[in-house]
């Protein structure tokens, strides 16, 4: 149980595109989905918390117009990287909880590369 | 600030020894806790968390919780060279957004064969 599903895997895209990562529970309700970047060699960093159908609180300095987030639903959370740049080039992840329980659950991750 | 502190390491370990991992948080009205293990290029899979004072064991994994002195450790027995890896201690905090985990930098173990 607790799988979280993320997609794609990997991607390169070139500098000013858009990119979306998909974020999936499998087998629960994810009424809390968050979103973490990690740099080489770094700590995950918190970008955004989402709850399912409410806008996302971001943390700061992350900008929200850059990095869209939408939780539609209670299992499907999507991260947008509008116009990416070479230095938005990370390891992108989200994590998962459901209501009642602290843990948190995490996709397998996106490496995104902005040529 | 409040904050999660891990050794960053790295610790090594014989195969077959006992790894210990130590972890101190500052925010005293902290609920919940974590132990994620992250191996290189892949995500934290969460091993153990633990809730009240003592201990919790889990297979070769056994996480100790001192609420007074803040500390939360991680005992790994009969170390394998499959444990190498980053361990991340995680905390919620006290407060609004209490469902938001804080991370320590976390502990590079090394299991030498």
């Known amino acids: 149980g607790a799988v979280v599903s993320q997609h794609p895997s990997w991607v390169i895209c070139k500098s000013g595109t858009s990119v979306k990562i998909e974020c999936r529970s499998l087998?629960?309700?994810?009424?809390?989905m968050f979103w973490y970047r990690q740099f080489p060699k770094q700590s995950l960093m918190l970008m955004a918390t989402s709850n399912e159908g409410s806008k996302a609180t971001y943390e700061q300095g992350v900008e929200k117009d850059k990095f869209l987030i939408n939780h539609a639903s209670l299992t499907l959370s999507t991260l947008t990287v509008t116009s990416a740049h070479p230095e938005d080039s990370s390891f992108y992840i989200c994590?998962?909880?459901?209501?009642?329980?602290?843990?948190?659950?995490f996709g397998p991750g996106t490496r995104l590369t902005v040529l | 600030q409040k904050e999660v502190e891990q050794n960053s390491g790295p610790l090594s370990v014989p195969e077959g020894a006992i790894a210990s991992l130590n972890c101190t948080y500052s925010d005293r009205g902290s609920q919940s806790f974590f132990w994620y293990r992250q191996y290189s290029g892949k995500s934290p899979e969460l091993i153990m968390s633990i809730y009240s004072n003592g201990d919790k064991e889990d297979g070769r994994f056994t996480a100790q919780l001192n609420k007074a002195s803040q500390y939360v450790s991680l005992l790994i027995r009969d170390s394998q060279p499959s444990d190498s890896a980053t361990y991340l201690c995680?905390?919620?905090?006290?407060?609004?957004?209490?469902?938001?985990?804080?991370f320590g930098k976390g502990t590079k173990l090394s299991v030498i064969p």
């Open positions: 087998d629960f309700q994810a009424t809390t």
């Open positions: 995680a905390v919620t905090l006290s407060g609004a957004g209490s469902y938001q985990l804080t």
């Open positions: 994590s998962a909880r459901t209501s009642g329980r602290n843990e948190q659950f």
